[in-house]
């Protein structure tokens, strides 16, 4: 749902390799990731949602791999509970929050000897 909202991309069920452990957002949302097929990216026609969507950027699974590119932020509340999340570097770009969690949890379930 959040492909075709955000990107306009309709994903077929027939792409769809499975589903990723639910996850919390911020707003106390479940959230339940997609893992799918989407076949080459220069086939797809993306139409961001400018109200959702800031920048379409791609990383190549071989820069996610590298470590690198690959860091944690540490975040700690007013109560003083401190946690530490994932995030990917590239450049100008980073990927953190929900986004970089679900893009580890999908390199675990890809690449387990690798990531």
Known sequence: RETREELGV???ATSVWGQL????DRHGMTVAPVVANLGPLEAL??????????EVFTL???HLLREENQGYTHFR???GYGYTLPVFLNGPHKVWGLTAIVTEL??????????
């Open 10 to 12: 309709a994903v077929a």
């Open 21 to 24: 452990r639910t996850l919390p």
């Open 45 to 54: 026609t993306l139409t961001p949602n400018p109200d959702e969507v800031e």
């Open 60 to 62: 190549p699974l071989a």
């Open 77 to 79: 509340t007013a109560a």
């Open 106 to 115: 999908t390199l675990e379930l890809l690449v387990p000897g690798r990531y």
